[in-house]
């Protein structure tokens, strides 16, 4: 534990912008796709397993579309897309059946989508890892901010997942469909007997939680590689944040990623050796401490 | 607990060791004896997570923790002192036992998805160490240059046939064990604690301690499945306590049914089945054994053994004691 | 008539239940349905990673193999018998790596294997050679401990691929020798946070100082092997403000992390030594190879720049579509030793085998002076082509490459050996 480098960095203007926005932009990734798996277990009661391969799924579609179309935003609208309609698919016809079955079974089935999603990949688009590479507009000299630097891109990409943030929120809470959706979250059964199609509700919601995975996966794609398999880092730190911030709790989403943003930005200075171990550490003590996360409520 | 009854399974326990024995004098195969080692490794592994899962109603993403428990200390003891094998297994046994005990004692208090999301982040922890402790465990290259395996008993664990015998063995006492347990008063107890805990505890029943004890018997199990696999790959590596691990404990349990004991044994012989067969047959097993798994999972929906019990008591026309 | 027929009908049944109880009883003890045909081959078993992160590794290292061995069965095998590789995927993980190469060896008739595993699974496919007395020769383990120590000496063992040591010396004495032109005397290094990164740089960086006294080292990074975020290692490296960066992180990782330092500006007033950059996966997948990039030569057709070289380079392009990486010709040079043991010895017992193998030279396109050897005392490869150079954003990419000086590699092996314990 580097406790002097993390002080020194922490009263140094540029270090702690730098530092912070770095926990910004490895936070808002991480919202998009941990705010579709919260949403999915919050409204469905499903523990999506599958949530990192539709990620993986959407880098590589976008990658196809922006070699065919040239063009990031119609890349990135045709991955998130893809990747709604392709979960659509998987909820209607697969975990539909496995709905109040054990957690085990949906295990099962979504693993078996990884599987199967992984090999589908490799031979889709090989085994190699691929790159898209950052489309024209972007190639822009990093912005400096009080010291610090910030590259464009990720400006626009902190921008896409504030908005995105705020979009939910109103969506949920302000318009007739987020009453519905919260409903169907907390009550299914006397939400039906309402007159409303749950049915079709559990499916809007899984289409769209796996398009959010899909939207990061295309929005990633200009500064990751992809290979086949890339999904399960993502699945694991989504999983640790949607347990920090609260099973079920889109905000949950938002403030649990960027607590592990921030983690691994200031933990690279403060303690580099033992990043990972301390996200463990930190998952288990809200497990422990309040297990229905930060954001939380008791109930569910 | 019925005496009678238990007598009659050690007795078809002691046939099918017999059988299991005899095997290498009728075959040459290296081939089953290499399969029989590791069923017997995954058999253990695998009943002992029902344990939590089916009999204690604990679903466990974690149980990898153990597996690799057993086997990191059971290769590291015999690296680094070289002691007999039974005295090194016993050794490393009770480490598991105290390793579950702690990490039980702290995830056994929470309630279902949670209790299986903190035992995958103490997984996770746990394998976090042994990758990073290079100088200790050879971080990701797991225990290198192989473990001193002595003689004992005379049987020469090097070889694969006296290691077939030992695996074999230990296996079959091990489940039978594992049985004994499950069909004491302890089992029943358990049992009663997962069909509806808060029952139990008005009947007086201490539910944590039941559940650590059950976790703590759990991951001893766990960690024996562990010593065996360490002695056939003659090292340690942290794929073993990796999530894909544990997940695959959860498949063989899935698949081989929940509610029978013998049910993990089944479902661990036919994942090590597909497992060795598809790798042989295609390079795409990623399809292959994601359509089989969709095949359990959507269309008998059950494990095997639930399978052929549900249809036995469509048949017979009773309801059947798990 | 009919009878006739029916008599020899009849007989071909006994004949078929036969023969196929038979097999069926050679199967069931384990003995794959012996062919009664002409041609017995010799069968070589392939233990590799064709399938998740790594699946390019395995395809690799099979290709370069299939050419070896469809070379030496076109000019007519062993009097005649061709050798037959069996391929095998072990998903990278070494208890299956592990299961593989006994599977190979007990039940498919392999008679030796080529183990072309990353460095877990190599080290577990040991054990079972070690147990199993088959012969091995690792082509993919870069981890110089494998050969080096002691404890792993067995005699049925042998690598013939790069060591790490034997490559960091080179990089230490390219790089000392740009820093000192260029006054760059504070360094600091990104690499992957697994055996192979922290070797490899430490191996790197006590070579550099050796070589260079006015070298120090700020600060070091370690992103998790995988990792797909590097901004807070780029950040922290900024931070320190480094005039050179060493890395050995590869492939899609590499690949990452100079995309996503190349909009931070990190690049841009500094040099980056990274050791897996003359790779043609890496060269490809980045769209333009940033400036001031340094790398050694994972593989690169112009070295050595000889026309054997380009052949075989060309060749491997006609026949796969793709262009050769590392591990091809780490495995190319794996299967032509051997070959060359199974045409020396006139068959396949491994002992003879072992001893014709220790010590052995062949010719090959990637050795620095057109031969390599496996040397006597630990079962390694010298005398292969390592370089060191700066980077171009096109063919040859390394225009001016530094060669290493194996006298020189192997003085200061030695001292590194007799350092570590290894001998004495």
């Keep these: 534990m580097d406790s002097e480098a993390l002080l020194e960095c922490v009263t140094s203007m540029s270090c702690l912008v730098t530092q912070t926005s770095t926990g910004l932009i490895v936070g808002s990734l991480l919202f998009l796709v941990a705010t579709g798996l919260t949403m999915i277990f919050g409204v469905l009661g499903i523990v999506n397993f599958a949530h990192g391969s539709l990620y993986m799924l959407g880098a590589y579609i976008a990658l196809s579309a922006f070699r065919l179309t040239d063009s990031f935003i119609i890349a990135t609208a045709i991955g998130a897309l893809g990747v709604g309609l392709f979960s659509l698919f998987f909820e209607r016809f697969f975990m539909r059946r496995v709905y109040g079955a054990d957690v085990l079974m949906q295990l099962l089935v979504c693993y078996a989508f990884i599987l199967i999603l992984d090999d589908a990949v490799k031979i889709i688009w090989g085994s190699e890892f691929q790159s898209m590479g950052m489309p024209a507009y972007f190639q822009e000299p990093p912005v400096f901010l009080a010291g610090g630097v910030i590259p464009v891109f990720y400006i626009y990409l902190i921008g896409i997942a504030a908005t995105m943030a705020v979009g939910l929120w109103v969506l949920l809470n302000k318009t007739k469909i987020g009453k519905i959706v919260r409903a169907a979250a907390v009550n299914p059964s006397m939400t039906s007997a309402l007159g409303l199609n749950t049915s079709l509700i559990f499916a809007g919601v899984f289409a769209f939680g796996g398009a959010l995975a899909g939207l990061a996966g295309a929005l990633a794609a200009p500064v990751r590689s992809m290979s086949p398999g890339m999904g399960f880092s993502v699945l694991i730190e989504s999983f640790i944040v949607t347990v920090i911030g609260g099973m079920g709790s889109v905000s949950g989403a938002l403030v649990g990623a960027l607590i592990i943003g921030l983690i691994r930005s200031f933990g690279s200075i403060g303690f580099p050796y033992f990043i990972e171990g301390v996200m463990f550490i930190t998952m288990a003590a809200i497990l422990v401490l309040k297990p229905s996360g930060i954001m939380g409520k008791e109930t569910r | 607990m019925n005496v009678g009854s238990f007598s009659r399974e050690a007795l078809i326990a002691a046939i099918v060791l017999s059988i299991l024995i005899a095997i290498p004098f009728f075959s040459d195969s290296s081939a089953i004896i290499d399969f029989g080692i590791r069923l017997a490794a995954f058999a253990v592994f695998a009943t002992s997570l029902n344990m939590l899962v089916g009999f204690g109603g604990m679903v466990s993403f974690g149980h990898a923790l153990y597996f690799g428990a057993g086997a990191y200390s059971f290769g590291l003891i015999m690296q680094h002192f070289a002691l007999p094998i039974p005295l090194a297994f016993v050794l490393a046994v009770a480490f598991c036992a105290t390793v579950a005990a702690i990490v039980g004692a702290i995830c056994v208090r929470l309630k ?59 296996g079959v006492v091990a489940l039978l064990l594992m049985r004994y347990i499950l069909q004491s008063p302890f089992g029943y107890t358990l049992r009663m604690v997962r069909d509806n805990a808060d029952r139990a505890k008005f009947l007086g029943v201490n ?103 549900q249809g036995w008591q469509r048949v017979a026309g009773k309801k059947v004691d798990s | 008539m009919q009878k006739r027929s029916q008599a020899l009908a009849s007989q071909q049944r006994r004949q078929l239940i036969k023969g196929s109880a038979a097999a069926v009883g050679l199967a069931s003890i384990g003995l794959p349905g012996i062919s009664l045909a002409q041609n017995n081959p010799i069968k070589i078993g392939m233990p590799t990673i064709l399938s998740g992160r790594v699946a390019m590794l395995g395809e690799a290292s099979r290709n370069a193999a299939l050419m070896g061995v469809e070379m030496f069965n076109a000019a007519g095998g062993l009097n005649g018998r061709p050798v037959e590789l069996i391929i095998r995927d072990s998903k990278g993980r070494p208890d299956e790596a592990a299961r593989i190469a006994r599977e190979l060896v007990n039940s498919d008739g392999c008679e030796m294997v080529l183990d072309a595993e990353a460095s877990s699974g190599a080290f577990a496919v040991h054990e079972v050679a070690r147990d199993l007395g088959f012969l091995v020769i690792h082509t993919c383990s870069e981890t110089s401990a494998l050969t080096a120590d002691p404890k792993m000496r067995i005699p049925n063992g042998f690598r013939a691929a790069r060591q790490g040591v034997q490559d960091a010396i080179v990089g230490g004495d390219y790089a000392g020798r740009v820093a000192k032109e260029q006054g760059l005397n504070r360094w600091m290094s990104v690499s992957p946070d697994y055996s192979y990164g922290l070797d490899t740089t430490a191996e790197f960086f006590e070579y550099l100082q050796y070589f260079n006294k006015d070298i120090e080292v700020v600060n070091s990074v370690w992103p998790k092997l995988f990792q797909a975020d590097y901004s807070e290692p780029i950040t922290r490296l900024l931070q320190g403000k480094p005039q050179a960066i060493y890395s050995c992180l590869w492939g899609g990782d590499l690949t990452s992390f100079i995309d996503q330092a190349s909009i931070y500006g990190l690049m841009n007033d500094r040099q980056f030594f990274g050791v897996n950059m003359a790779d043609y996966a890496v060269l490809t997948a980045i769209k333009s190879v940033p400036p001031n990039i340094h790398s050694g030569n994972r593989y690169l057709k112009s070295i050595p720049k000889t026309q054997q070289n380009a052949a075989w380079c060309d060749a491997y392009v006609a026949k796969f579509n793709t262009m050769p990486l590392n591990w091809s010709w780490e495995n190319a040079v794996g299967i032509d030793f051997m070959l060359k043991a199974i045409k020396q010895t006139n068959g396949t017992d491994t002992k003879k085998m072992s001893e014709a193998l220790a010590g052995m030279t062949i010719d090959s396109p990637f050795g620095t002076d057109g031969k390599i050897t496996m040397r006597e005392s630990d079962h390694t490869i010298i005398d292969y082509a390592i370089a060191w150079g700066d980077l171009q954003p096109k063919e040859p990419y390394m225009s001016n490459p530094y060669m290493g000086n194996w006298k020189t590699i192997l003085e200061l092996e030695q001292q590194w050996m007799k350092n570590k314990g290894y001998i004495s």
């Design chain 2, 112 to 170: 279902e998805i949670y209790f299986a999301f903190l035992t995958l982040a103490f997984q996770m922890l746990f394998h976090s160490i042994i990758i990073s402790w290079t100088s200790f465990t050879g971080g990701d290259q797991g225990l290198m240059g192989g473990l001193p395996r002595p003689p004992f008993l005379g049987l020469d664990l090097v070889n694969p046939v006296d290691l077939y015998w030992f695996a074999v063995v230990v």
């Design chain 2, 207 to 309: 539910v944590w301690r039941i559940r650590l004890f059950a976790f703590i018997l759990a991951g001893s199990f766990g960690g024996v499945g562990g010593i065996i696999m360490a002695l056939l790959v003659s090292g340690a590596f942290p794929e073993f306590t990796y999530w894909t691990m544990s997940g695959e404990a959860v498949f063989m349990v899935l698949m081989g049914g929940v509610n029978t004991f013998i049910g993990p044994v089944l479902g661990a012989a036919l994942l090590l089945g597909f497992n060795d067969f598809i790798t042989r047959v295609t390079d795409h097993h990623g399809l292959a054994l994601g359509g089989i798994i969709l095949l359990f999972a959507l269309v008998f929906k059950h494990g095997i053994t639930d399978f052929i019990v």
